[in-house]
């Protein structure tokens, strides 16, 4: 009997160090998980000044090239090249970064952070994305048909049945009907 209760005991002093790595572990990850927080805000907030500032420095070479010489001319126009490339190494950046849902994915997650930092994980979520679209629209698209056949044709044997029945009233299913027809 004594055995039996040694190795429960045993099991637990086991299940208690792993407990205690686990929760050092978790610390760790939530250290981690509120620097990623923070690097995110400050690349996101770096990024919108530097278009900033890229943005107006545009819009001063816009001013200033009529009365350049062709040395300045060429300087801008390697500059505004350099802008390009520097625009497009910010779109790659804000690919890693959190960003606004857009209205459809807001109204049906709500305002949630569904930033995915690998590139396997968002091919997958997009693979998974797009299966749900089709069966979506293959779904709707069968019940809009069998609304289009099925209630049309109840309609219609409505209408017939009701101008047997009652006669004086066929006017005002005719106008019902084709209220619900068009």
Not at 11 to 39: A, D, G, M, P, V
Not at 40 to 59: A, E, F, N, P, V
Request: proline share 2%; aromatic share 10%; charged share 25%.
């Amino acid at each position: 009997m004594v055995l039996p209760l040694q190795k429960c005991k045993e099991e637990w002093q086991e299940l208690e160090e792993e407990f205690r790595q686990l929760q050092e572990t978790h610390k760790i990850y939530k250290q981690k998980l509120e620097e990623l927080n923070s690097f995110q805000m400050t690349c996101s907030s770096s990024i919108q000044k530097q278009k900033r500032g890229l943005k107006d420095l545009q819009y001063s070479f816009q001013r200033c090239k009529r009365d350049c010489s062709l040395e300045e001319l060429e300087l801008i126009q390697q500059i505004k090249s350099q802008i390009k490339e520097r625009q497009n190494v910010f779109f790659d950046m804000e690919a890693y970064l959190p960003k606004k849902n857009g209205l459809y994915l807001n109204l049906v997650l709500g305002n949630v952070n569904v930033t995915l930092l690998s590139n396997q994980a968002k091919f997958a979520y997009k693979d998974e994305y797009e299966k749900f679209k089709l069966y979506l629209t293959i779904i709707l698209l069968l019940g809009a048909i069998t609304c289009r056949f099925i209630l049309h044709y109840r309609l219609v044997l409505l209408h017939a049945d009701n101008k047997r029945k009652h006669p004086h009233q066929q006017w005002i299913k005719v106008l019902v009907l084709q209220i619900c027809l068009s």
